[in-house]
Protein backbone atom coordinates (compact mmCIF):
# COMPACT_ATOMS: atom_id res chain seq x y z
CA UNK A 1 0.00 0.00 0.00
CA UNK A 2 1.28 3.60 -0.69
CA UNK A 3 1.73 5.68 2.42
CA UNK A 4 3.06 9.39 1.79
CA UNK A 5 4.22 12.09 3.79
CA UNK A 6 4.61 15.83 3.56
CA UNK A 7 7.25 17.63 4.64
CA UNK A 8 8.47 21.58 4.06
CA UNK A 9 5.74 23.41 5.83
CA UNK A 10 5.98 26.37 8.00
CA UNK A 11 5.78 30.26 8.51
CA UNK A 12 6.74 32.44 5.46
CA UNK A 13 6.16 35.96 4.40
CA UNK A 14 4.21 37.48 1.93
CA UNK A 15 6.45 37.01 -1.16
CA UNK A 16 8.45 34.63 -0.06
CA UNK A 17 8.88 31.26 -1.49
CA UNK A 18 8.56 27.69 0.15
CA UNK A 19 9.60 24.38 -0.77
CA UNK A 20 7.29 20.69 0.48
CA UNK A 21 8.38 17.60 -0.09
CA UNK A 22 6.11 14.54 -0.49
CA UNK A 23 7.85 11.04 0.29
CA UNK A 24 6.35 8.01 -0.57
CA UNK A 25 6.89 4.44 1.22
CA UNK A 26 5.76 1.01 0.78
CA UNK A 27 5.29 0.98 -3.29
CA UNK A 28 7.37 2.70 -6.20
CA UNK A 29 6.18 5.92 -6.73
CA UNK A 30 6.80 5.93 -10.69
CA UNK A 31 4.14 4.22 -10.90
CA UNK A 32 1.96 7.30 -10.18
CA UNK A 33 0.61 10.23 -10.71
CA UNK A 34 1.15 13.39 -7.93
CA UNK A 35 -1.05 15.73 -7.45
CA UNK A 36 -0.59 18.95 -4.83
CA UNK A 37 -3.59 20.18 -3.21
CA UNK A 38 -4.31 22.77 -0.53
CA UNK A 39 -7.31 23.14 2.07
CA UNK A 40 -8.11 26.28 3.92
CA UNK A 41 -10.40 26.75 7.12
CA UNK A 42 -13.86 26.66 5.92
CA UNK A 43 -13.10 26.21 2.19
CA UNK A 44 -12.98 23.08 0.16
CA UNK A 45 -9.70 20.96 -0.95
CA UNK A 46 -8.26 22.69 -4.18
CA UNK A 47 -6.38 21.41 -6.69
CA UNK A 48 -3.02 23.09 -7.25
CA UNK A 49 -0.60 21.07 -9.59
CA UNK A 50 -0.03 17.85 -10.95
CA UNK A 51 3.04 15.80 -12.48
CA UNK A 52 2.98 12.74 -14.84
CA UNK A 53 4.58 9.74 -14.18
CA UNK A 54 8.12 10.99 -15.99
CA UNK A 55 7.24 14.09 -15.22
CA UNK A 56 6.79 15.11 -19.15
CA UNK A 57 3.61 16.57 -18.11
CA UNK A 58 2.84 19.43 -15.73
CA UNK A 59 -0.68 20.91 -14.92
CA UNK A 60 -1.66 23.63 -12.71
CA UNK A 61 -4.45 25.88 -11.06
CA UNK A 62 -4.55 29.38 -12.75
CA UNK A 63 -4.19 30.76 -9.15
CA UNK A 64 -0.54 29.30 -9.12
CA UNK A 65 0.68 29.27 -12.50
CA UNK A 66 3.47 30.89 -12.90
CA UNK A 67 4.50 30.98 -9.33
CA UNK A 68 4.44 27.23 -8.35
CA UNK A 69 7.11 24.26 -10.17
CA UNK A 70 5.91 20.62 -9.46
CA UNK A 71 8.68 18.23 -10.02
CA UNK A 72 9.35 14.84 -8.85
CA UNK A 73 12.88 12.29 -8.56
CA UNK A 74 11.39 8.98 -8.59
CA UNK A 75 14.74 7.27 -7.74
CA UNK A 76 14.18 9.18 -4.47
CA UNK A 77 10.13 8.06 -4.76
CA UNK A 78 9.68 11.94 -3.80
CA UNK A 79 7.58 14.68 -5.25
CA UNK A 80 8.21 18.37 -4.77
CA UNK A 81 6.19 21.60 -4.61
CA UNK A 82 8.33 24.80 -5.05
CA UNK A 83 6.17 27.78 -3.71
CA UNK A 84 7.43 31.22 -4.86
CA UNK A 85 5.61 35.05 -3.96
CA UNK A 86 3.41 33.64 -1.83
CA UNK A 87 0.31 35.07 -0.52
CA UNK A 88 -1.77 35.41 2.44
CA UNK A 89 -4.67 33.98 1.50
CA UNK A 90 -2.31 30.82 0.48
CA UNK A 91 -1.95 29.90 4.21
CA UNK A 92 -3.88 25.81 4.12
CA UNK A 93 -2.56 22.34 5.25
CA UNK A 94 -1.00 21.22 1.66
CA UNK A 95 -1.31 17.35 0.75
CA UNK A 96 0.22 15.43 -1.82
CA UNK A 97 -1.75 12.34 -3.51
CA UNK A 98 -1.50 9.87 -5.53
CA UNK A 99 -3.53 8.59 -8.94
CA UNK A 100 -3.14 6.43 -11.29
CA UNK A 101 -1.60 7.32 -14.82
CA UNK A 102 -4.71 7.46 -16.74
CA UNK A 103 -6.30 9.83 -14.63
CA UNK A 104 -4.08 12.31 -15.25
CA UNK A 105 -5.16 16.14 -16.08
CA UNK A 106 -7.89 16.17 -13.25
CA UNK A 107 -7.49 18.93 -10.11
CA UNK A 108 -10.17 16.44 -8.55
CA UNK A 109 -9.82 15.58 -4.90
CA UNK A 110 -12.24 12.79 -5.65
CA UNK A 111 -9.86 11.49 -8.05
CA UNK A 112 -6.66 10.81 -5.92
CA UNK A 113 -6.34 6.98 -4.54
CA UNK A 114 -3.52 7.90 -1.69
CA UNK A 115 -3.23 10.76 0.54
CA UNK A 116 -0.11 12.35 3.01
CA UNK A 117 -1.28 13.60 6.38
CA UNK A 118 -0.72 17.04 5.22
CA UNK A 119 1.53 19.81 6.25
CA UNK A 120 0.78 23.58 7.72
CA UNK A 121 1.70 26.62 5.30
CA UNK A 122 1.28 29.77 7.01
CA UNK A 123 1.81 32.74 4.85
CA UNK A 124 1.88 35.89 7.34
CA UNK A 125 4.16 38.76 8.30
Known amino acids: QLQLVESGGGLVQPGGSLRLSCVASGRTLDNYVIGWFRQAPGKEREGISI????????KYAGSVQGRFIISRDNAKNTAYLEMNSMKPEETAVYYCAATFPHVYGSLHAGDFESWGPGTQVTVSS
Open 51 to 58: ISTTSSLT
